[in-house]
């Protein structure tokens, strides 16, 4: 299997900033897009932001201009860092990684999620 393990998260003040990571490890080829979601207790879970392989961004207007993705290949790991945080960012944040594993004899498209990590932003 492949795993992604969440890191970063935790109480934060309004205004503050905090910087997430993921990293993803097991039988990997290639690691397509990755991304960062989040939810709320009792709401869908939400994209905040997603990075392609080489490297184009999108984010949820909500965040835009307040949290950066970004990606390192070699180490296989995804971060966002999160600024000017406000009460509505609390949230478990979720990171995501669609991957493709190839064998001499299969080709396999997969997808992973981070067991995710409480942000929570509070006075």
């Known amino acids: 299997q492949v795993q992604l393990v969440e890191a970063g998260g935790g109480l934060v003040q309004p205004g503050g900033s905090l910087r997430l990571s993921c990293a993803a490890s097991?039988?990997?080829?290639?690691?397509?897009?990755m991304g960062w979601y989040r939810q709320v207790l009792g709401k869908e879970r939400e994209l905040v932001a997603v990075?392609?392989?080489?490297?184009?961004?999108n984010y949820a207007d909500s965040v835009k201009g307040r949290f950066t993705i970004s990606r390192d290949n070699a180490k296989n790991t995804v971060y966002l860092q999160m600024s000017s945080l406000r009460f509505e960012d609390t949230a478990v944040y979720y990171c995501?990684?669609?991957?493709?594993?190839?064998?001499?004899?299969?080709?396999?498209?997969?997808?992973?999620w981070g067991q995710g990590t409480q942000v929570t932003v509070s006075s």
């Open positions: 990075i392609t392989s080489g490297g184009s961004t």
């Open positions: 995501n990684a669609d991957y493709i594993t190839i064998t001499p004899d299969t080709v396999i498209a997969g997808r992973s």
């Open positions: 097991g039988s990997i080829s290639r690691i397509n897009d």
